[in-house]
């Protein structure tokens, strides 16, 4: 059976610990010495005087023109140039709105992922990756009606909610992308949960 691949964007290709962490210490909202981590700011965020709003705020800038600060994932590119060989088919799939709710540069959010890709080495020979292989739904009914189009053998997300939406094509297998270490969800029994993209790997390429 042929392969394809559907690969979440946020948080799964691409890791905004350090860019949110940078943010929040420019903005006054954590510590220099404070967790790296992007749970960490939202909580810090979210519990500043201005709420929810602080952390779309950041938000705003992370995702659109403090992006290019962000890093790949570690392992995704390696896995990327292994599934090339092995023949399979890769597209990534994202659900990005065209603009943040709070973003006075009013940077394309997709455009400015699109170019965070570009210049990353995710497009190209080695991957087998290019723009036309490059989806946003403003939705998340729009992400899973791409990942039916496209007939995606397996899709790797870092949220289980993608998984839990009725509309999720059974014959796809989901994949919980949990660095975290995220346990697994007793209502998603067909679910696999991996730790790292070498995991992914390992089960993905073997067939």
Not at 38 to 44: N, T, Y
Not at 87 to 97: C, D, P
Not at 167 to 179: E, G
């Amino acid at each position: 059976m042929h392969r394809r691949i559907g690969i979440d964007f946020d948080n799964t290709v691409i890791c905004y610990d350090e860019v949110f962490h940078r943010l929040a210490v420019e903005a006054g909202l954590m510590g220099m010495h404070s967790p790296r981590l992007q749970k960490a700011v939202r909580e810090a965020a979210r519990c500043s005087p201005e709420g929810d709003v602080a952390w779309q705020r950041l938000q705003g800038q992370a995702y659109g023109p403090r992006i290019h600060e962000a890093t790949p994932a570690p392992g995704v590119l390696p896995f990327l140039h292994k599934a090339k060989e092995a023949g399979l088919e890769v597209h990534i799939i994202s659900h990005k709105t065209p603009y943040a709710s709070i973003d006075p540069s009013r940077t394309n959010l997709q455009r400015a992922a699109e170019g965070w890709l570009a210049e990353h080495g995710f497009f190209g020979a080695e991957t087998g990756l290019d723009s036309r292989r490059f989806h946003c739904g403003i939705t998340r009914h729009e992400k899973i009606t791409q990942i039916q189009t496209l007939c995606c053998t397996h899709f790797i997300d870092d949220l289980e909610e993608t998984f839990r939406e009725a509309s999720f094509p059974t014959a796809t297998q989901p994949i919980l992308y949990a660095p975290g270490g995220e346990s697994a969800p007793s209502d998603l029994p067909n679910l696999w949960v991996t730790r790292s993209w070498a995991e992914i790997a390992g089960r993905v390429l073997r067939g």
